[in-house]
Nanobody, 119 residues
Framework: QVQLVESGGGLVQAGGSLRLSCTAS????????MGWFRQAPGKAREFVAA????????YYGDSVKGQATISRDNAKNMVYLQMNTLKPEDTAIYYC????????????WGQGTQVTVSS
């Protein structure tokens, strides 16, 4: 089991960048495929990005392709989401999630970090 903690959210102007971080307060992330999701007010949760537990494969949601980069540093027990050229529509709570190796579902979720993009 892992307990996930996100950080790095905040208020940023349109066109700016943010790097979100996710770590485990308990457990190691090394054997987990990691993902980032976001949920804007009144909208469904949206897949943003994922990275395989070996780190060799990344996946991106259509709405963030070219804008987001997911990475991981297993030695530091960290996963990152770099978001560039932010737009007001990127405003959401961003959640880190984990699933064990290649299992089908993300079973572990963090509390989320708020990202607000001002126009």
């Amino acid at each position: 089991q892992v307990q996930l903690v996100e950080s790095g959210g905040g208020l940023v102007q349109a066109g700016g960048s943010l790097r979100l971080s996710c770590t485990a307060s308990e457990g190691t992330l090394s054997y987990y495929t990691m993902g980032w999701f976001r949920q804007a007010p009144g909208k469904a949760r949206e897949f943003v990005a994922a990275i395989s537990w070996r780190g060799g494969t990344t996946y991106y949601g259509d709405s963030v392709k070219g804008q987001a980069t997911i990475s991981r540093d297993n030695a530091k027990n960290m996963v990152y989401l770099q978001m560039n050229t932010l737009k007001p529509e990127d405003t959401a709570i961003y959640y880190c999630a984990a699933r064990y190796r290649d299992s089908s579902a993300f079973d572990y979720w963090g509390q989320g970090t708020q990202v607000t993009v001002s126009s």
